[in-house]
């Protein structure tokens, strides 16, 4: 909750004190560090926390997380590189990716204490650094109202918390400190890791690219003054509700590893009742978030973020049916890495991203912020029954 909570926040705070200019660039700068972080972790935490029987060992896992941020970083300048920013915004989106840097690395201790049961240990420290973050931002935003420090403090906070919390935690759990350790001499499990994991680095980018979008979309048109400033900063702020269900899912994370265990152990009918449980939740609790969206939605966000969006409330609701869509894709996307047929969701991701980029400039310059809306939720519509074939033929198959 304090996760998705920070991002609606800052950005409630960036709108109300700098104008529309310098809140398109820190929107924009969010949405870019998001796809770098997807490098970052590599999408390696989920095979992590469901490596149960430990093929590889945490120092493995931090050795790997290592390079992957090292690349994240180099991507980003290079990034930031050809699109020839200013040097103003080019500061703003390396500090933004830095700070998703950092807690890509801390992301792999939490994986760690997920594995082991502790996911309480992940949670305290995530919630902690991001509270400690938002004061720190919202803070110097206030006092120096320049976005520049703001974003600095935002990375600083982060570096302090890792080492307070993540670091200290794995050093004085009596339950992290007992574990078994990899041969790293051998250099065939980093190949092995990178094989594991790459399916879910593709996915992972080429879902934050679908995402994003129609945020580069509306960026570009910015840029080229066929929308006009302050657009880029609407969309964001209909695009926060989308996570919504997902905060829901995360609460069923824990029963990631119980799936694990119950495959491993050949109880397929458990594994399947976690499953279905966990879709009965999230479509009921997607029937209450629809309904309270229709009736409050507009009149709380425009509120909270100080901007008329009267004119919204068809887009909020499409945009909420998308991430609604979106959130159950996870449930099959997570099953299929516990079953580890994770390389067959790269179908299902690509058909999206073809479709994505295909009709995308179409659909905004045509429709304007309905065709960005609806862009992402036929986008999350295709992306789940993809996914829903192909889990049910690897049951088939496994049957």
Known sequence: MTNAFMSML????????????????????????????????????????????????????????????????????????????????????????LFRAVDSLADVYEGFFQQKERLDLAGKALTYRIIAAMLCFSGTLIIFQDLLISSLSLLVAYCVCFFLFDIRYNKSVDILKNRTRGQIKNKGWLMGLLLEGFPLFVNAYLMMSINNEPKMVIDRAIEQKWMEAGTQTAFNILFMPASVLTLVYIVFRPLLTQMAIAWSKKEKKAFLQIIIKMLACLIAVACIILLGSAILGIPVLSLFYGIDLSKYKVHLLVVILGGCFCTLSYVFDNALVVIRKQYLLVTAYIITWVYVKAVSNLLIKKAGMLGAVSLYASSMFMFVCVTVVIFIVCLKREE
């Not at 950005?11 to 997807?38: G, H, K």
């Not at 972790?41 to 941020?69: G, L, P, W």
């Open 10 to 97: 800052i950005l409630a705070i960036v709108t109300r004190i700098l104008d529309n200019q310098e809140t398109d660039i820190f929107s924009i700068a969010w949405s870019i560090s998001q796809l770098m972080a997807t490098i970052g972790t590599f999408q390696i935490r989920t095979y992590q926390a469901t490596d149960v029987t430990e093929k590889y060992k945490f120092n493995q896992y931090f050795i790997f997380r290592c390079v992957t941020v090292f690349a994240m970083i180099f991507t980003s300048v290079l990034y930031i590189v050809g699109k020839k920013y200013s040097f103003y915004k080019s500061a703003i989106v390396l500090i933004i990716c």
